[in-house]
């Protein structure tokens, strides 16, 4: 895989040297859910947990991106370093699935993402129980483990797969996503909703789910995910007309096809 022309990613090893990092720090969380004690698990605020394994995650992440990129500031969702939301920046979530980690459900993940402002430039998200690496740089296509990858080409709603997540605070459009959720639930195969969003866009990005959805996110959620998808083939967008999913807290992302199918029925 060959680095962009940004003036900002000079080196051509740069996204294997972020997934090395990934994979150390995903070996860490691996350890450090075998010691979890209830102690070490915290509120942030309701129902929102945070561990120190998020904390010290996010500080190995800042240490070793810090290395790889000196130019670029953060924005991270534990806030160990004071973040910045535009320029050329590391978006970072070091546990994307913090309330699955706390109770062993192995549906969780790193996510790594370099921007210059609204343009990303490099994703990369690694599940540390599956050990399965997804990653993306600006035109180069995205991979896992290696392999390129592409988003599902399914245009039947009736035929796809979709992915959501549950809100967890600001349950003020609760009846319009319940009532969402009830016309989708007729028309598609199936929907689930894992828990860690990086991982849902990863698998939109691998033709796993056909489309995913969801309200109430950050840039650290989506970020790393969004190039995945498009550099996949796929499409994203915000649910309404004008959202941008870096910045609107909601996203939809998706193959081609079903992109204007599932966006009508969030949007009756």
């Known amino acids: 895989m060959l680095l962009n022309s940004s003036?900002?990613?000079?080196?051509?090893?740069?996204?294997?040297?972020?997934?090395?990092?990934?994979l150390d720090c995903g070996a860490y969380l691996m350890q450090a859910r075998e010691q979890l004690q209830t102690e070490q698990v915290h509120f942030k605020d309701t129902h929102n947990l945070v561990t120190h394994a998020d904390l010290e995650c996010e500080k190995r992440l800042i240490e070793g991106l810090s290395t790889l990129c000196p130019q670029a500031a953060f924005q991270t969702e534990?806030?160990?370093?004071?973040?910045?939301?535009e320029g050329l920046r590391w978006i970072i979530d070091p546990l994307d699935g913090t309330t699955n980690f706390v109770h062993n459900l192995p549906f969780y993940s790193i996510s790594i993402a370099l921007a210059q402002d609204d343009d990303l430039l490099l994703g990369v998200v690694f599940a540390p129980c599956t050990r399965e690496m997804f990653s993306a740089v600006k035109g180069a296509g995205a991979f896992l483990n290696g392999v390129p990858i592409r988003a599902s080409d399914q245009e039947h709603l009736e035929d796809a797969l979709l992915a959501t997540g549950f809100p967890y605070y600001r349950f003020d459009r609760m009846e319009e996503y319940m009532a969402s959720l009830g016309q989708l639930m007729r028309q598609c195969r199936g929907l689930r909703r894992l828990g860690s969003a990086a991982l849902d866009l990863a698998y939109v990005a691998c033709g796993r789910f056909d489309a995913y959805f969801e309200h109430n996110l950050q840039p650290w959620d989506v970020a790393a995910g969004i190039l995945l998808v498009r550099e996949a083939g796929g499409v994203v967008r915000g649910i309404r007309e004008g959202v941008n999913p870096l910045h609107g807290t909601e996203i939809l992302a998706s193959g081609q096809r079903l992109s204007e199918p599932v966006c009508r029925e969030l949007n009756p």
């Open 7 to 22: 003036p900002f990613l000079l080196q051509p090893d740069l996204i294997s040297k972020v997934e090395a990092l990934a």
């Open 78 to 85: 534990e806030g160990v370093v004071v973040g910045v939301s």
